[in-house]
């Protein structure tokens, strides 16, 4: 069965920093991955998707993703996090055409 | 920009009782879906919705939950009896063709 495997429950960083959160993918079938963002007490938005093409993708906010087969992978990075990145943040993979798939979230906490 | 719209956006039900969450998907979809957040977890998969008849549903949605697209723009999840560990977050979501699955803001629903 499809699964995704977000390894950091939490992450915490300073201002300025740059943060890279963890995903990893199984799948036997054609994937699709996407990275969505929780802000407190909203709904998800999407921040970037890998459905085929350049494995390094650009979403919103000055996110970026990168796509790699061999290793399973799709991790999220930003050079450089801000107070209003603070959030929840869930990998997801498409399981057939009807759903998504979540990982169990990262919650990126940003310290001043 | 269209969004995926939810009303109400709390419920507060007592146990037992029947709720009707709506969501208005954006005009041109064609797939929709619940999901669900329990408080701390992870978003799961409910039930997708396409041509006016399910296509997939999870382990939860089970003969309590019922989905309905009663006229052209609305899309309901109604839970007949609730239980109090039907308390979570609801979320609809809609899709076109292209994988890219946009999320409403959510129904938070309290069983007491």
């Known amino acids: 069965a499809q699964s995704v495997t977000q390894l950091d429950s939490q992450v915490p960083v300073f201002e300025e920093a740059p943060v890279e959160l963890r995903c990893n993918y199984s799948s036997s079938v054609s994937v699709y991955l996407f990275w969505y963002v929780q802000y407190p007490n909203q709904g998800l938005q999407l921040l970037l998707k890998y459905l085929s093409g350049s494995t390094l993708v650009k979403g919103i906010n000055g996110f970026e993703a990168e796509f790699n087969k061999s290793q399973t992978s799709f991790h999220l990075r930003k050079p450089s996090v801000h107070i209003s990145d603070t959030a929840e943040y869930f990998c997801?993979?498409?399981?057939?055409?009807?759903?998504?798939?979540f990982g169990s979230g990262t919650r990126l906490s940003i310290r001043p | 920009e269209p969004e995926v719209t939810q009303t109400p956006s709390h419920q507060v039900t007592q146990m037992g009782q029947e709720v009707i969450l709506r969501c208005v998907p954006i005009?041109?979809?064609?797939?929709f879906y619940w999901y669900r957040q329990i408080l701390g977890q992870k978003v799961e998969f409910l039930v997708s919705f396409y041509n006016n008849e399910i296509s997939e549903k999870s382990e939860i949605f089970d003969d309590q939950f019922s989905v309905e697209r009663p006229d052209g723009s609305n899309f309901t999840l109604k839970i007949r009896s609730t239980k109090l560990e039907d308390s979570a977050m609801y979320f609809c979501?809609?899709?076109?063709?292209?994988?890219?699955?946009?999320f409403g803001p959510g129904t938070r629903l309290t069983v007491t």
């Open positions: 997801a993979s498409y399981s057939s055409a009807s759903k998504i798939i």
């Open positions: 979501a809609s899709s076109g063709p292209l994988y890219e699955q946009y």
């Open positions: 005009s041109n979809h064609l797939y």
